[in-house]
């Protein structure tokens, strides 16, 4: 009991509710985001149907190059943000190793907090904290879509005798397979968004909670009101 009085008498009540509303909008976004999209279009539920009839295809094409070309480039992305997220986790554990310096730096910046060295290895914590779950999905996305490439590689040929039926259960499964890498990739740069929000706090707890209120905004907008979401309702 002493040690949890403890732990919360070592940040202000401000800077609790700080990162409990950042991770509390997180999970709580995500949630409303899938709900969501029972009702109303989502970027994620129209690429799904592209997704859909691109399976649908590839079954009643003969050669199969250019899927095998697109998954690759599909591929890339998570890859790419794979890599970059072990340099940035890898730079935020030196950092650690350099309390005291990164302390003086960050004290020298306008309008920064004035904190003590283990309040500011707590927010590099909470920091490396999401990268390490950004990281993670990342490399699980880069996964799945290796699945779908063999799924790719696995349909059944244009002459094959496969019914109707046959090719869209196939279709079906392949495209939730892509579908669902996709979706992974999409929760990592969620949490590079919310990163964004946690950088804040380095500043202050109130630039943390307007930090966190604009990029859930933001992804909002993007997700279920951006002009590219229009086009690939039509």
Not at 193 to 209: D, N, P, Q, R, V
Request: aromatic fraction near 14%.
């Amino acid at each position: 009991m002493r040690f949890a009085l403890d732990a919360l008498g070592l940040l202000p009540a401000i800077d609790w509710l700080a990162i409990i509303v950042l991770f509390g909008a997180w999970a709580g976004y995500a949630r409303f985001a899938r709900k969501r999209a029972d009702t109303r279009p989502s970027i994620l539920a129209a690429t799904n149907r592209v997704r859909m009839a691109w399976m649908r295809r590839t079954t009643t094409r003969e050669n199969r190059v250019v899927d095998g070309i697109v998954v690759q480039n599909l591929s890339t992305s998570p890859s790419f943000f794979a890599s970059t997220t072990i340099l940035i986790i890898g730079g935020l554990l030196a950092v650690l190793g350099t309390t005291d310096k990164a302390t003086e730096f960050v004290r020298e910046i306008p309008f920064a907090a004035r904190t003590s060295a283990l309040v500011f290895d707590l927010k590099l914590a909470v920091l490396t904290a999401i990268f390490v779950y950004a990281f993670f999905r990342f490399t699980w996305s880069m996964r799945q879509y290796s699945f779908g490439a063999l799924l790719v590689g696995a349909a059944p040929e244009r002459d094959e005798p496969w019914t109707d039926a046959d090719r869209d259960a196939f279709a079906l499964r392949a495209g939730r397979v892509m579908g669902l890498a996709a979706e992974t990739f999409n929760d990592g740069l969620r949490a590079y968004y919310m990163a964004f929000a946690a950088i804040a706090w380095f500043f202050s707890a109130w630039a943390c909670l307007a930090a966190t209120a604009f990029v859930v905004f933001v992804l909002y907008r993007r997700e279920f009101h951006s002009e590219v979401l229009a086009l690939l309702s039509e």
